[in-house]
């Protein structure tokens, strides 16, 4: 059987505003562990850690959050910018999470490993409300996308020099504590990596320094969007994989409870099959009920 973890980003609700109540709360509700995710402020993440009920096998970089000067958060910080202020302000954030995933005992850090910085609003506002109206197979969508893949392409090398950079010093830090860097795949296509992108940022690691943490409901966003199948992720990544966020997708809209909505719940069993763990990551307005029959719903499918 699959550990089980609920990432923390279903604590971010007033029942759960000490950290020691949703770890018991996990635990009751039958998950095996905890990821703490990046929406997790420092007292909540220390009460985890310190109230030991279930163990933290990831932490899911930049936690804890953190707000900065000038109203950002540490979650805005780019691992792939191209402006060295900006570059080392995230990887300082980014090596002191995983300080805490050292702390913790956990096996890996989730990355976001960067995005390339233009102003995508417009395309990809047009391209969400084409897939409301079932138009985003239509001739407006395709312009949309192909907008969306010359700006990205044109501008990508230097924010994926940036993103290499960032990875090698994780990877050189975490390599003696036996921490694994997820790479996450995300949910827009302007950030860092696409399949093709994975395969060669991950190519001189093995799958023990780092590898694909799969996200199921960014890969699905995007292939309902029309940019690639959701499935290319597995045939591109094959011996890459090294976890998995688990949620289920309505419409255009992810993180929903795996059971509650449409994903193709055989596809990703057959892609997630080599792992011995993965996570529920699960919007924190979800139903209660539904959170905790997920864990039965995934052993159903063969992902438990």
Not at 138 to 149: D, F, T
Request: charged share 25%; with cysteine.
């Amino acid at each position: 059987m699959k550990t089980i973890a609920l990432s923390t980003m279903y604590a971010q609700q007033e029942r759960f505003s000490e950290g020691e109540a949703f770890a018991c709360y996990a635990a009751d509700a039958g998950y095996d562990a905890i990821e703490v995710s990046h929406s997790t402020s420092k007292e909540k993440l220390r009460a985890i850690l310190d109230c030991d009920v279930l163990p933290v096998r990831s932490i899911h970089q930049p936690a804890p959050y953190f707000e900065l000067p000038g109203g950002k958060s540490n979650a805005e910080l780019n691992l792939a910018a191209t402006q060295k202020s900006e570059h080392a302000e995230a990887l300082q954030h980014a090596l002191y999470s995983l300080e805490w995933a050292i702390e913790a005992g956990a096996s890996a850090l989730v990355v976001h490993l960067g995005e390339v910085e233009m102003d995508w609003e417009d395309p990809e506002a047009e391209l969400y409300r084409l897939y409301r109206e079932a138009e985003v197979s239509s001739g407006r969508a395709e312009e949309a996308r192909l907008e969306m893949k010359s700006r990205r392409a044109e501008a990508a090398p230097a924010y994926l020099e940036a993103a290499r950079i960032s990875l090698e010093k994780l990877v050189e830090v975490a390599r003696p504590h036996n921490v694994v860097i997820g790479i996450e795949n995300r949910l827009q296509y302007h950030q860092i990596p696409l399949p093709s992108e994975s395969r060669l940022l991950l190519e001189d690691f093995t799958a023990e320094e780092a590898g694909h943490w799969h996200d199921t409901g960014h890969a699905e966003v995007l292939d309902r969007l029309g940019f690639f199948p959701h499935g290319v992720w597995f045939e591109t990544l094959p011996n890459s994989l090294v976890g998995a966020h688990v949620h289920d997708v309505r419409d255009e809209l992810d993180h929903r409870v795996p059971g509650t909505a449409t994903l193709d719940w055989s596809m990703v069993a057959e892609g997630l099959g080599s792992l011995d763990a993965i996570t529920l990551e699960i919007d924190q307005h979800e139903p209660d009920e539904a959170v905790r029959q997920a864990p039965a719903f995934l052993r159903s499918v063969g992902l438990a």
